[in-house]
């Protein structure tokens, strides 16, 4: 399977008066740490979308197990445990600076070829990159 | 069960390029919608977090049934399905404006002692304010 | 010269570990409200868009005169001091609940023509709208 | 005077449906991008805040030069012009990949006790940090 691992800094505008990251942001971070697993592939994202394929989120899913704050290095530690078809499911484990597991997460997307609007399967040089995992 | 509704309009700050509403932005809706469905029954949560309460959210689930847009104004509908003790649990359907089933959603949330930072049940106000409903 | 007034509930989400609401999210209340204004005008940002224009911010000023606090239900005023005409600018006035004025902001936006990428005068529709308040 | 650098890439998240960053998110790059010029001095906002100073934002302005755009690796230029006193002016200069100015801004925060909620001077580890630049 495919692992990858990214580093975040917490911000301030991700806070909330709880003193804690805002359980809504995880979704951005998420998102971080998987566009750069694709990159650490020699994958864009943005040259996906250009190429006419959007990835959209069908389905996600976080549990919080101790409060993020402000200003911690977070490592996203990603897995593609199945080999992507015409979804593809990233699972998140993110520590913060004591190296304590702070947060994890689930997300399905679908490949969506945007001229027919119709799910397609996950691009060539996608399951090329890929390939040596599973 | 407790069964409550709030209107939200889609701000242009929630769109992204995909021309959608980000997936990471529901949480904020889910939030909205359960701070309107306490207020309805009498409870604030702001005054909740004055006498020495918090809820931080344990887990949070988002399915994206069909994409939210800009400028909708959605109708979040709320259901507390089980008598909350020392957790709750929040369930949301989001309509758009055809009455399209666009988002379902579950979070979980902790009530806290602030002081001792220790698990607690309910506060007893809103114990009797949800007590007609199960 | 036009003006309008909005209310906006705080959301958890738009404080910060301040315990303020993060100085950002001010740009976000302005474009509601600057939205609000409009639809009272009976003009729909959404259509105009939908129309073939778009109106991209140029500058943005803000002063944070005191706290803005979580779930304070703020009221925005709205002030369109010049009759639009390739730019329009709204200044806005923030008042918590306490009717203590919080912020001040100006917004300078531009009406670009999306098929051309080039500015463009204010919508007919809109014009005739205004023009009764200058 | 003091400057620093510091790249931030533009997430998915920051989008809006016009397919630039949106207007409101500049002020998270510009905290980042202070944060970051503290950091290269050796200090942390962070420690400020623990050792009972915040700093909030007084006044903010942004000017938008050209669009910025999804996954650019934003180069952010911060300058501290003035020696600071009880206030610290950030100036900022935004350029994209290819080098090209797309936002400047400017952001005035006051140093303020917490425990008096009184303004005060830049704590002396700052002041000295800065003394090299004025």
Redesign the interface.
């Given at each position: 399977m495919y692992k990858s691992e990214t580093k975040i800094?917490v911000?301030?505008?991700e806070?909330?008066?709880?003193?804690?990251i805002?359980?809504?942001?995880?979704?951005?971070y998420y998102?971080?740490a998987r566009?750069e697993s694709l990159r650490q592939l020699g994958l864009?994202?943005?040259d996906l979308?250009a190429d006419g394929i959007?990835m959209?989120?069908?389905?996600?899913?976080?549990?919080?197990l101790a409060?993020g704050r402000?200003?911690e290095l977070l490592t996203v530690k990603v897995t593609v445990k199945k080999r992507p078809g015409v979804k593809i499911v990233f699972n998140y484990e993110i520590f913060n600076e004591a190296d304590e597991l702070i947060n994890i997460g689930e997300t399905k997307l679908a490949f969506i070829d945007t001229a027919s609007g119709i799910p397609c399967r996950m691009p060539d040089d996608m399951a090329e990159a890929m390939s040596g995992y599973y």
């Open positions: 800094r911000r301030y505008a806070t909330d008066q709880m003193g804690y805002y359980y809504g942001n995880y979704a951005a998102e971080v566009v864009s994202y943005k979308e959007i959209p989120v069908l389905e996600n899913y976080s549990k919080y409060p402000y200003d």
